[in-house]
């Protein structure tokens, strides 16, 4: 893990330390971090964020300085930790903005608990298509534990990380993300963290690919705002994703930003910031209402209309 430049805190809840941190005032956005990451992926955009909002950034189970035990890593005991966190911190409502995993994990929230979401962002999120990288389907397999055991030995993962290092900072789209894949393979080289995060994998992905969509509940969004944020250049979700929200969600807005990968909130934090905060300012918080829920739950996911096929996507032009 990145040494982090915020004062993480520690809440001890169903026996198991969870991190996060802390920061700014006033409305409450979550952000939820992805696999194998942990909150330090959100310092770019900490800062801008806390000057308007309360943000708050946790590790997730398994991951960071959480505690990493042989428990449930589901995205709905995820989404069940979130909310049991937010109690605890005398939160009742928040935006929840999930990045790749944690964008599963944060449309798993907002389903379980529409009373206590104010709005959605995705980035970069899984559940959207079948389609992932390689890399993601190669952590279920038998053998991960043992190769990975190998190849995080101390100077097998120094050469390892160096190489990952220098090839993100050749000029290719093919090459950018690698920074970040770095700082995952160093946390491989803990074992329980390579045990939780084989866990969480299986428990959304196999050999085909993602197998926990939100296809069959986006209708539901039509009663929360969403956004979809995505970098054009993603090489571990593919950006044809963001098309799909468009279509599942014609509610949502979509915004795919050039010259980004899969982690747009650190290739642009200034323009993705603003993206957030532009949402968040020209949208009403959900209210919920069990009388709709109800009635939109019993006329089940609608057949695609005019709209559904009209649905468009916001690319942002370069700055």
């Known amino acids: 893990m990145v040494e982090s430049r915020y004062e993480v805190q520690y809440l001890t809840i169903h026996g198991h330390r969870r991190a996060f941190v802390k920061a700014g005032s006033g409305p409450v956005v979550l952000l939820l971090h992805g696999l194998g990451?942990?909150?330090?992926?959100?310092?770019?955009?900490?800062?801008?964020?806390?000057?308007?909002?309360?943000?708050?950034?946790?590790?997730?189970?398994?991951?960071?300085?959480?505690?990493?035990?042989?428990?449930?890593?589901?995205?709905?005991?995820?989404?069940?930790?979130?909310?049991?966190?937010?109690?605890?911190?005398?939160?009742?409502?928040?935006?929840?903005?999930?990045?790749?995993?944690?964008?599963?994990?944060?449309?798993?929230?907002?389903?379980?608990?529409?009373?206590?979401?104010?709005?959605?962002?995705?980035?970069?999120?899984?559940?959207?298509?079948?389609?992932?990288?390689?890399?993601?389907?190669?952590?279920?397999?038998?053998?991960?534990?043992?190769?990975?055991?190998?190849?995080?030995?101390?100077?097998?993962?120094?050469?390892?990380?160096?190489?990952?290092?220098?090839?993100?900072?050749?000029?290719?789209?093919?090459?950018?993300?690698?920074?970040?894949?770095?700082?995952?393979?160093?946390?491989?080289?803990?074992?329980?963290?390579?045990?939780?995060?084989?866990?969480?994998?299986?428990?959304?992905?196999?050999?085909?690919?993602?197998?926990?969509?939100?296809?069959?509940?986006?209708?539901?969004?039509?009663?929360?705002?969403?956004a979809v944020i995505w970098g054009e250049d993603d090489q571990v979700i593919p950006v044809k994703h963001a098309e799909h929200a468009a279509e599942l969600a014609p509610d949502a807005r979509v915004e795919v930003i050039p010259n980004a990968g899969h982690f747009p909130h650190k290739d642009h934090p200034q323009r993705f910031a603003k993206v957030v905060h532009e949402f968040i300012r020209t949208t009403q918080p959900a209210t919920y209402s069990r009388a709709r829920f109800r009635s939109l739950l019993r006329a089940g996911r609608p057949i695609e209309t005019a709209r559904d096929r009209d649905a468009s996507v916001t690319r942002i032009a370069p700055a």
């Not at 955009?45 to 035990?69: C, M």
């Not at 994998?201 to 929360?224: C, F, P």
Request: hydrophobic share 40%; with cysteine; net charge neutral.
């Open 37 to 226: 990451c942990d909150h330090t992926t959100w310092e770019p955009v900490i800062d801008s964020l806390s000057r308007r909002y309360t943000v708050i950034a946790p590790d997730l189970l398994g991951h960071g300085l959480s505690d990493k035990p042989r428990a449930d890593y589901s995205v709905g005991g995820y989404a069940n930790g979130m909310r049991d966190l937010l109690t605890c911190l005398g939160i009742d409502r928040a935006t929840v903005v999930g990045h790749s995993f944690g964008g599963g994990v944060a449309m798993q929230f907002a389903y379980q608990f529409p009373e206590r979401t104010e709005r959605l962002v995705l980035v970069g999120s899984g559940g959207l298509g079948p389609e992932v990288s390689p890399i993601i389907r190669a952590i279920t397999t038998p053998g991960f534990h043992p190769v990975m055991s190998l190849l995080t030995l101390p100077g097998v993962r120094h050469v390892g990380k160096a190489g990952l290092v220098g090839l993100s900072r050749l000029p290719s789209r093919h090459t950018r993300d690698l920074d970040e894949v770095a700082e995952i393979y160093e946390s491989f080289k803990d074992p329980a963290a390579r045990h939780a995060i084989r866990h969480v994998v299986r428990a959304v992905v196999d050999w085909r690919g993602q197998i926990v969509t939100m296809a069959d509940r986006a209708y539901l969004t039509q009663v929360m705002p969403m």
